[in-house]
């Protein structure tokens, strides 16, 4: 359950300002979802991780989300930053991001963002790729590339970072995607967990 919260930080990379030439009513939309989103998941948070009752209602806002965005993908394709401004293109990759129960979906979505990516980096929320990607090569019992997919024991609250492949480029591959150091993302996990234990990174 853990993994699967995992992004609940990702909401303080979000601006608040308005878009122009943006689909208002899609952007609205997608910001409610996303609100939904992470007040069960910092629910959850503050019940120590224990509560199982707010488990079940994060799967179950996970599948109704999962549908919608299915709905908007097959409108629009992978929604860009003109369609829905850069909040919206966020949060269209954290609800993605959440639709675990979905792989090929996943799977899908990721494909749609890498060729918008490739005609135009600045339409896509690139960070989402590199995370997407991470999440989906965990799901398939492969090593990560970027270092993105934590697991967090609920009793004790010790970080576990999943299995990275060709550690040594780890952070030359996070930089390509905008992502910060791999200390400085921990940092931020355990921010929003409420961890204050030290994690050595250096035999991850």
């Known amino acids: 359950m853990s993994r699967v919260i995992m992004l609940l930080f990702v909401c303080s990379?979000?601006?608040?300002?308005?878009?122009?030439?943006?689909?208002?009513?899609?952007?609205i939309e997608l910001i409610q979802m996303f609100q939904e989103d992470q007040k069960a998941r910092q629910a959850f948070i503050d019940s120590k991780m224990q509560d199982e009752?707010?488990?079940f209602k994060i799967s179950e806002i996970d599948r109704r989300n999962t549908t919608r965005l299915k709905e908007i993908v097959k409108q629009y394709g992978w929604?860009?930053?003109?369609?829905?401004?850069?909040?919206g293109a966020a949060i269209a990759f954290l609800l993605v991001q959440?639709?675990?129960l979905n792989l090929d979906f996943q799977k899908e979505c990721l494909i749609l963002m890498e060729e918008l990516a490739l005609r135009n980096?600045?339409?896509?929320?690139?960070p989402g790729i590199a995370y997407l990607?991470?999440?989906?090569?965990i799901a398939d019992k492969k090593r990560q590339l970027y270092g993105s997919q934590v697991f967090i024991y609920p009793q004790t609250k010790e970080i576990i970072i999943y299995p990275i492949e060709d550690p040594d480029?780890?952070?030359?591959?996070r930089s390509?995607?905008?992502l910060p150091l791999m200390k400085e993302y921990v940092e931020q996990i355990k921010k929003a967990y409420g961890i204050t234990e030290d994690l050595n990174l250096e035999h991850q």
């Open 53 to 55: 009752k707010l488990t």
């Open 133 to 137: 990607t991470d999440r989906i090569r």
């Open 79 to 87: 929604p860009s930053k003109t369609l829905i401004g850069e909040d």
């Open 176 to 178: 390509a995607y905008g």
């Open 98 to 100: 959440h639709a675990d």
């Open 13 to 27: 990379l979000l601006a608040t300002n308005a878009f122009a030439q943006t689909n208002k009513e899609l952007q």
């Open 121 to 126: 980096r600045q339409e896509v929320y690139l």
């Open 169 to 173: 480029n780890l952070e030359k591959r």
